[in-house]
Every structure is written in C-alpha cells, then in structure tokens.
T-cell receptor
Framework: DVKVTQSSRYLVKRTGEKVFLECVQDMDHENMFWYRQDPGLGLRLIYFSYDVKMKEKGDIPEGYSVSREKKERFSLILESASTNQTSMYLC????????????FGEGSWLTVV | DQQVKQNSPSLSVQEGRISILNCDYTNSMFDYFLWYKKYPAEGPTFLISISSIKDKNEDGRFTVFLNKSAKHLSLHIVPSQPGDSAVYFCAASASTDKLIFGTGTRLQVFP
C-alpha cells in the first residue's frame, strides 16, 4: 500500500515564525503536491513537484515555498507564518504513469496565533 | 475562477435511502473525473473515477454518472449508510495535467 506520511499532525505557531511541514512517500512516486483545505474552499493546490529539485506553483503559492531535495520527500515552508495560514495542509503523491490516482497523507493541522 | 464546483455544501439523507452528490465543471478539456471521500482529521481517500469516454461507472454501492454535454457529474450512493457520513470532493483533470478539486459536499447519513 502507498503510504504518504506527514510528520506533524498538529502544530501551533506564532505569527512571524518560520514553519516547516514535512512529507515523505514510500512508493517512489515522481509527483508530489501540497494542498490546503479550508471550509467552503475545498482543496487548493499550493505547490507541486514533478521531480527532484523541480517545483511548480499551484493556485495559491503566495506566502509559501517548497523543497524537493530527495524523491521521497517534499517539504512545505511558511517563511513567515500569518494567521490566515491557519488551515489543514495535505500532502499527496502520484506516479507519472498513474497521474490521476492521487494518494494523500493524513493532514497537518496548523494554527497560527 | 472555480473550474470544478460543488454547489451543495451539505446534504442530509436517511439511512437506506439514496444519496446524490453533484458536481459541475467548466473546462471542456477535462477527460477524467474522480470522487474522494474525507473523514475529519484524515486525508482524502479515492472512491471512484470515470473517464470521459464513459457515462457511467459502478462500484458496489457507488455509481458515478457523467453528462458531458451538461458538464455535470454525480455520485450516487445506495443504500446510504451512517459510515458514509463524510465530506466528498469531486476532482477533474485534463489528460496529464494536475487534478482540480471541487469545494466539497458534507454528507450526513442519519438513522
């Protein structure tokens, strides 16, 4: 079974702090994604990566950056956390040949105070 | 601009009855559609999909219908069970492009 693991399930951070959300997948997937889920807004794509060291902006990249130094790991970085970044963050991965079968992690609840 | 829309934020259905969740899209290039189910504090899990060459796909209690001319798809769950209570997201993609998700519909199945 594909496993996408998000290291932190619940975080509370202060405004202005730098926040790292880590994601690891164990199925050698080429593609990895970061989404955030907010009530009434669904799942919105922040950043995605099709390969190591590659990254593409999604629909809402402002205030975020990402790092993909290894194939299995995709990190989301909040350079200076703000209260409007309080949300549930979901990491996902797919293989290049099964692009439409996306596997999600369990999510990271981030509260910025 | 929301390319995939779920206009009903919530739906309440009695156990044993049919649940119908709807999804509309605007991009005629979309050729693959999926439904995901999400419980609180968990990641979404894949439920069922349909390619644009079909108009119906069935898997047990779940059936997805696609009406390309209306740019509309729906998920039917019959019979509905309390364990089906969750948020359902539809998603669409154009060939090898990324998935675009809808805003979600919260389904509550009551006894």
């Amino acid at each position: 079974d594909v496993k996408v693991t998000q290291s932190s399930r619940y975080l509370v951070k202060r405004t202005g702090e730098k926040v790292f959300l880590e994601c690891v997948q164990d199925m050698d997937h080429e593609n990895m994604f970061w989404y955030r889920q907010d009530p009434g807004l669904g799942l919105r794509l922040i950043y995605f990566s099709y390969d190591v060291k590659m990254k593409e902006k999604g629909d809402i990249p402002e205030g975020y950056s990402v790092s993909r130094e290894k194939k299995e790991r995709f990190s989301l970085i909040l350079e200076s956390a703000s209260t409007n970044q309080t949300s549930m963050y979901l990491c996902a991965s797919t293989s290049r040949i099964e692009l439409n079968t996306i596997y999600f992690g369990e999510g990271s609840w981030l509260t910025v105070v | 601009d929301q390319q995939v829309k779920q206009n009903s934020p919530s739906l309440s259905v009695q156990e044993g009855r049919i649940s119908i969740l709807n999804c509309d899209y605007t991009n005629s290039m979309f050729d693959y559609f999926l439904w995901y189910k999400k419980y609180p504090a968990e990641g979404p899990t894949f439920l069922i999909s349909i390619s644009s060459i079909k108009d119906k796909n069935e898997d047990g209690r779940f059936t997805v219908f696609l009406n390309k001319s209306a740019k509309h798809l729906s998920l039917h769950i019959v019979p509905s069970q309390p364990g089906d209570s969750a948020v359902y997201f539809c998603a669409a993609s154009a060939s090898t492009d990324k998935l675009i998700f809808g805003t979600g519909t919260r389904l509550q199945v009551f006894p």
